[in-house]
Nanobody, 124 residues
């Protein structure tokens, strides 16, 4: 069974940092593109960051550029999201996702596997 388990969420003050991790099992991660999405109350899931089969190519949502960094360690089946300069509007549940789809990495419908999410709360 494919499992994606997020960890590292919590409460942080604005301007602070958090590092989220996603532990992947049940698939060979190197064959999948990985991404982080987030969902705040009343909103749909928003693309946060994505990484192709290696760390060579990464993608970020507009508001995340320069603040967040995604990375992957295929040997350890781990995906990380380093979040810096956090803002209250970053408050959301963050989800790890995986896809073998060759479509656009930001397309949410292409992601077949999802974690249960980890809560990130940024206080002002």
């Amino acid at each position: 069974q494919v499992q994606l388990v997020e960890s590292g969420g919590g409460l942080v003050q604005a301007g602070g940092s958090l590092r989220l991790s996603c532990a992947v099992s049940g698939l060979t991660m190197k064959n999948y593109r990985m991404a982080w999405f987030r969902q705040a109350p009343g909103k749909g899931r928003e693309f946060v960051a994505g990484v192709e089969w290696s760390n060579t190519q990464t993608y970020y949502g507009d508001s995340m550029k320069g603040r967040f960094m995604i990375s992957r360690d295929n040997a350890k089946n781990l995906v990380a999201l380093q979040m810096n300069s956090l803002r209250p509007e970053d408050t959301a549940v963050y989800y790890c996702a995986a896809t073998s789809d060759l479509g656009h990495i930001k397309t949410i419908s292409g992601y077949l596997y999802w974690g249960q999410g980890t809560q990130v709360t940024v206080s002002s």
